[in-house]
């Protein structure tokens, strides 16, 4: 009988079955697949992730191969298995490579150690018609190190409507035919067949024979043996799943767990099983099986079917669509009951025939950070009637509203009196990464200078009064500024740049830009805190620069609350773009369609959470690396203290020098994530693990940029020339950020 079903595995070192293979290779009618080179290349790739291969003939493979054969030949690696119910010898990498290959793709839904502990778990499946479909499942995912498969019945041409196999198998016992398509797939899985099916004769056997059940499948069709198989399970405290291929129902009884629990949760009691083995005929059932699955509980399709079982139809009907998503969904079960992630019990459904209303238009997943209104009691405020001229205020307002932002939060509220006020609107700004508002006070400084250059416009100037107290908790505005008339203040040559500014994302290739132009623009004008500009341009420098930032990027990306930060801060279409006006659209991040669908799906909390547990997630650091190890130069705006007035000056720095940028077609893209969480105050929401990163990232940042021990970074640049000219992003003008206050 076993020559029926379990190949014959060959090993090139054994004498004895070097012989039995050379025979086979000489047999006219046995046919050989011989492609272990591609399999060892497969091995190699799967062991060199971080190397792209274009394809197994890609020629850096060769020295990686030439080193794993150590000067054996290809023949004498692997096992040679024989398929004798095909006459097919095919050669296979050895058991533990094979099977490091051929879960490869399992990560990191399935982790290593994970499928470790599900290869040596045993599971029973009883019927092999519904029940073969969640048998190959659990081979693919190898999910069980052995696999025992009971029923008595053999092929009919009918039941090839749901079970996957071919037309030559029809009269083929079931559990002989589900067990050759898991050994075509993988031969080294352990399987033990029951082709009389489960009787109470043979029940020690297949529960408990070699090691107990660790989870039994419950598919067949005998009444009977569902509900003996049942209490033999609970004797022995084996978890029983069953799926009824009606509306995808999932029964999960949890004998293990909870050894009183009631057979299928009460709804049939275990002294009806003398009552079932009486009846003879598929119509004598129909009571029973609409007893267990519930008759309110059935699609009106099997209610219906019910009726004409022996009229019109021999017996229930099952669908190969229902079937195999069924057996999808019970691999899950079975693989999280296995490793003790659900202790749940009880009966679900997945009814995909209910969809029909469904509008796949609408998103099932929306999220949106509120943001209340800003709110500003002027009563308390002394303002006076504007003086300056609407021409002049509405000027203004656009120059100030072009200013940049930490994700284009626009984080400021503006009121035009007899001075300019500047609030600080903290429910736009909000983010956990940056509780001390650095950001924030960066975008005020921008802001400022900014006005600076549109005043110069009509020969005004601004005396500025900043109260760093109404930064982190605003009772009036942070900056108050003295409008006075100077007739012999010049336009400044910037103020046409204002409009034209944009941050560059792209992450390609920046042409070349001399290093004087650099160093002339990115100079510190002396009149800031920022007492000077470390300019990085050496490739290799960039490339440990990139790596870097973008490791920090991932640490803040995969924290539960900067997954939420980033999530709302990005619009992720152009109707949420043009409505909102504010944050990052999507589609200004220079993105492939990997990169995009990743985003996409990094939106959902849970992903990034399993992420994070698994220490994964190194592919987030490309959305900032790629960029600076293709950049012109990095440049670090160095600061000597981190108190909201250095913040403030930075920022009126950073806007100064980027004016200049882009009066020379360069491109500016400022990478906030270090300098705020390089800054202690900002750190509080990580834990030690992360902070411990954290430390280590910045301390090897000042060994490659050569910083002084009293100085800190307050900015980083990634500069670039492209040939590329996009529109800046949307901003707000209106009253939620600019008020002109004509009277009390």
Known sequence: MEQEYLPEILHPSAPNDQIRISELRRRSDVTVFDRINDQIKDLMKCR????????????????????????????????????????YLVHLLGESEFIEVRTNRNKYKITDEEQTTLG??????????????VALTLAQERIGGELRLAD???????????????????????????????????????????????????LDVFFLEGGKLDILVEECDGLDIKILARIYAKKHRIPVVMETNDRCMVDIERYDLEPDYPIFHGLVKEEELEEVRTLKTNEEKVPFILKILGISTTSVELRSSMLEIEQSIITWPQLASSVNVGAGILTIAIKNILLGQIKSQGRFYYDFDELESFDFDKSVFQYDKIKSKFILNIQNQNFQPCTLDSTIVNSLIHSLASAPSAANNQPWYWIFSDKIYLFHNENRSRTFWDPSSCAAAISFGCAIKNLEIALAQYQLYGKIEIKTDNLIQPKGPFVSIDLLYDKTIPPDPLNKQIKHRWTNRSNSISSPIDEDEINNI??????????????????????????????????????????????????????????????????????????????????????????????????????????????????FLIIESSDTTSWFETGIELESMWLKATSHNISVHPITTAPILFNPENQKHYSQIELKEINSIMNEIINVIGLKPHEKIGMILKVSRHDINPKPSYRIVDESSFRIVEKL
């Open 152 to 202: 008595f019945d053999d092929l009919e041409l009918s039941n090839l409507n749901r079970v996957r196999t071919s037309t030559w198998n029809l009269g083929l016992n079931k559990s002989v035919s589900a067990a050759r398509e898991i050994a075509e797939i993988d031969p080294y899985i352990k399987i033990r067949i029951f082709p009389q099916g489960l009787s109470e004769s043979n």
């Open 522 to 635: 990115f100079k510190p004008s002396g009149k800031t805190c920022v007492n000077k500009s470390i300019i990085i341009t050496n490739a290799d420098k960039k490339d440990v620069l990139g790596n870097l930032l973008g490791h920090l990027e991932r640490i803040r990306l995969i924290n539960p609350y900067g997954q939420q930060d980033f999530v709302s801060e990005i619009r992720w279409d152009t109707t949420e773009s043009s409505n909102r006006k504010d944050g990052i659209y999507i589609g200004d991040i220079d993105l492939t369609n990997t990169e995009l669908a990743g985003l996409n799906i990094f939106k959902d909390s849970k992903v990034v959470d399993k992420i994070r547990k698994l220490k994964l997630g190194t592919g987030f650091d490309k959305i900032i690396s790629k960029g600076v190890k293709n950049c012109a130069a990095i440049i």
């Open 48 to 87: 060199n992730p971080k190397i792209k291969f274009d394809s197994l003939d890609d020629p850096r493979l060769n020295p990686i191969v030439e080193t794993y054969l150590d000067g054996r030949h290809p023949d004498e690696i692997g096992s040679w298995v024989f398929y004798p119910w095909k006459n």
């Open 120 to 133: 040596t778990k045993k599971i029973g499946v009883i019927g092999l018609s519904v029940g073969q479909a």
